[in-house]
């Protein structure tokens, strides 16, 4: 069982940015697919941003450009750092990691951003 938690979230204006941290209760290197997602009223949980455990990286094209997300492995933490916020990112944001010896998928708990325009 792998534990997340998400932590970062807040209200910020439009334009501002926030850094959003996902600490796993395992090392980062038991894990491949690192990623967040975010769910907003009435839609459908989508992908914002993803790590390999090679470092590749993968945006929504939403975010591109304004979205940035990095592994710190020492710390075993995923980060979403999120600049030039716009009120259409305000959802919860998820993190979700799967584990390299069982291909398992967890998710956190969640932690909401809200942009006011």
């Known amino acids: 069982q792998v534990q997340l938690v998400e932590s970062g979230g807040g209200l910020v204006q439009a334009g501002g940015s926030l850094r959003l941290s996902c600490a796993a209760s395992?090392?980062?290197?038991?894990?491949?697919?690192m990623g967040w997602y975010r769910q907003a009223p009435g839609k459908q949980r989508e992908l914002v941003a993803s790590i390999t455990s090679g470092g590749s990286r993968n945006y929504a094209d939403s975010v591109k450009g304004r979205f940035a997300i990095s592994r710190d492995n020492a710390k075993n933490t995923v980060y979403l750092q999120m600049n030039s916020l716009k009120p259409e990112d305000t959802a919860a944001y998820y993190c979700?990691?799967?584990?390299?010896?069982?291909?398992?998928?967890?998710w956190g708990q969640g932690t909401q951003v809200t942009v006011s325009s």
């Open positions: 979700k990691v799967r584990t390299t010896y069982d291909y398992k998928s967890y």
């Open positions: 395992i090392s980062l290197f038991s894990l491949n697919d």
